[in-house]
């Protein structure tokens, strides 16, 4: 991917706390739905429908890029037909990378769907491993079947949750801490985000293999190492 120096012919710039709100609002909106589903968890309260909506990552991202429009575009002196052609140009880029992180997902999904992730269970529950270690193979496997981190992570801790019931606080959130470990392990053609970096960046298979797998799977195996570590010691 070239990257291309800001444009000079702008009339003006937008002002800093005007970019910073547009780039923080759907961060901001999500939170709101987060926080409100936890404090009020009340699915008929009017409160949590509105941030049931405004809050979801479609909506809220959809809110960041219409409020764009003005704090930056118009703050920038675009036009209307300029602005216009902005999004018009932005969309043709896009294309791609959605059609490709859509089959990434589809075939993520026939995986799921075909029971891989339950059969990598079934299969596991006789391996004789420290529990620290078990649940951090258990999601590596889940992970490199589906190529989901959310199932790994899903499926691992359910088969892992028993054995937590005896262990103490401070080493039940070990074991979290392996199993979202574990769920990082090695993003390949199976996951829709390894699509999307591929994509974003412009590299090819090798390229994406080499860079975001690799760096995936170091800061899995470096975290199971801390949470080892740190078992000793708590």
């Given amino acids: 991917m070239v ?9 003006r710039r937008p002002g800093f706390g005007a970019t910073v709100a547009t780039v923080m609002l759907p961060v901001v909106l999500m939170l709101a739905k987060a926080l409100v589903d ?23 991202l959809l809110a960041a890029v219409v409020v764009g429009l ?3 575009g118009r703050a920038a002196g ?7 052609s902005t999004v018009e ?13 859509g089959a990434g997902g589809g075939f993520k999904q026939t995986l799921i769907d075909v029971g891989v992730g339950q059969m990598i269970l079934d299969f596991s ?19 490199l079947a589906t190529g989901s981190a959310t199932v790994a992570t899903i499926s691992a801790a359910g088969l892992v949750a028993p054995l937590a019931a ?31 970096v591929k994509e974003y960046f412009g590299m090819d298979v090798g390229q994406t293999i080499k860079t975001w797998s690799v760096m995936e ?12 570590l740190l078992s000793l010691v708590l």
């Fill in 217 to 228: 799977t170091i800061i899995s195996v470096v975290s199971l190492g801390f949470v080892l």
């Fill in 166 to 196: 005896d262990m103490s606080p401070s080493h039940s959130a070990l074991l979290v801490l392996a199993v979202g470990a574990g769920s990082l392990f090695f993003s390949h053609v199976n996951d829709a985000g390894f699509w999307l």
């Fill in 78 to 84: 675009f036009t209307k037909d300029r602005l216009s």
């Fill in 3 to 11: 990257l291309q120096r800001p444009s000079e012919d702008l009339e």
């Fill in 38 to 60: 936890i404090v009020v968890d009340n699915p008929e309260n009017a409160v949590q429908r509105v941030t049931d909506v405004i809050g979801s990552p479609l909506i809220a």
């Fill in 70 to 72: 003005f704090t930056l």
């Fill in 125 to 143: 529950k006789d391996w004789a491993i420290p529990t620290l270690l078990l649940a951090w193979l258990i999601a590596v496997a889940i992970r």
């Fill in 89 to 101: 140009k932005s969309l043709a880029p896009i294309a791609g990378v959605l059609m490709i992180v």
